[in-house]
């Protein structure tokens, strides 16, 4: 296949994907994100990438936040938001750590490409559902030609981006410049 074929291929891919998302949900997510001060995030491989770039957002935003596998990371409880990612909706570990956290009081919004997986039907209190392809994913989304969860990692990474631009513009005082003065400033 040629480049330009290609990438025409994958922005058609992009383009059905957020033609296709339940813009309430999107902003449903963005309303539970805006009104928690302190937030865990967890997501592993590629998924966990754009997550990991999400919690780095946040930060600059001024929220609380902690990434679960750091060792830094303190308890969670009541109060306390997780978003956990999970492209097929059910990983083992994944869900486990969302089971601890629901104990303990914290909400748990899953991010998924396939809301009836385990995860998301027996465990999320809410689910923001991103309808992509994802890596061994059984719901309706959007297909590509694309390997395993290409679609579904590059979309969320871009979906987490517009998410906090939108955030920025919806809250009075908080601009990219304020952002801008979180970054880590010892690199």
Known sequence: MEYKEMYER???????????????????FIEEVKKHGRIFLIGVGREGMATRAFAMRLMHMGKEIHWIWDDTTPSIGEGD????????????HINYICERAKEAGAFI??????????TAQHVADKVFFVPAAVYRGTDDVVASFQ?????????????FDMIVMTIVDETPGLTFEKMSGRHRNVE
Do not use: W
């Open 109 to 118: 919004y899953v991010v998924t490409g396939s809301p009836s997986g385990r």
């Open 81 to 92: 938001l997780l978003i956990a990612t999970l492209g097929d909706g059910c990983i083992g």
């Open 147 to 159: 390997p395993m969860g290409n679609l579904f990692e590059q979309c969320l990474l871009i979906l």
């Open 10 to 28: 994958i922005l058609s891919e992009y383009r059905q994907v957020f033609e296709k998302l339940d813009e309430a949900g999107m902003r449903a």
